[in-house]
């Protein structure tokens, strides 16, 4: 039993006994303050998280529902960000690495940093409409060419190209190089093929594309998610890295 000590208007106190009725009320007002207090710390946390405009999903419209990887391929002792720019239906990101850490859209990130790659980030009116922007060739003309794994591709020529060409799932892939260089469009394919044995492009909805350049600088990835679309552009030989940490 726990006492009240309360004053008077003279020397003495009177000393006045709780119910248990009392106490057992009291300690649950406490705790239901506690909760109430975790709760209010937590819509904070969330509501700083989902509002900061540090991140480079702040970038997208929430009603979208495009959620970005966090494990973007960053080269060692260097830090990510981007300069984005947004339309009524498109998010752009243009990446860089930086030396120190910067926030996305710091006036700094362009004269300090590498530029690295492009993403942009297209939505469509309907699925179809979106998978009308991916090349959806189902690849079997041309001369067949043993790329390992049990996949086969198939060669064609043209301006000063060689293309090898094949499908995984809803993927169509083409390897380029030119034809002073023939070899390097096999040597490529095959390469991109080994890669993609260890590691996951993600799942398109119902279409992606992937052209890989030998001479790095043509190469870009392109599918869709229903109605979205995204575009990996300008990330030379790390349009791999960059491609398999999409799910």
């Not at 000393?15 to 709760?39: F, L, S």
Request: glycine share 6%.
């Amino acid at each position: 039993m726990s006492v009240v000590i309360t004053a008077c208007g003279t020397d003495e106190t009177e000393v006045q006994p709780q119910t248990d009725e009392q106490i057992v009320e009291e300690v649950e007002a406490a705790e239901d303050q506690e909760e109430q207090g975790k709760e209010n710390e937590e819509s904070v946390e969330e509501d700083s998280s989902e509002a900061d405009p540090k991140s480079l999903q702040s970038a997208i419209p929430s009603d979208w529902e495009v959620k970005l990887p966090t494990d973007f391929p960053v080269a060692e002792g260097k830090h990510l960000t981007s300069i984005t720019s947004s339309e009524e239906n498109e998010v752009t990101y243009e990446f860089y690495e930086t030396d120190q850490e910067l926030p996305i859209n710091d006036p700094n990130v362009k004269k300090s940093g590498q530029f690295i790659g492009k993403l942009v980030i297209t939505k469509y009116e309907t699925a179809e409409a979106a998978g009308e922007e991916i090349d959806q060739t189902v690849f079997a003309d041309g001369e067949p060419v043993d790329l390992g794994h049990g996949i086969m591709g198939y060669q064609d020529g043209g301006a000063g190209s060689l293309f090898t060409s094949w499908n995984e799932g809803r993927w169509a892939i083409t390897a380029r190089s030119t034809t002073e260089k023939s070899e390097e469009s096999l040597a490529t394919a095959k390469e991109t093929v080994e890669f993609l044995e260890t590691n996951t492009m993600p799942i398109p909805k119902e279409y992606g594309h992937l052209h890989v350049d030998a001479e790095e600088s043509g190469s870009l990835a392109k599918w869709q998610k229903q109605n979205i679309v995204y575009t990996l552009t300008d990330f030379g030989d790390k349009t791999l890295d960059w491609l398999v940490t999409f799910e």
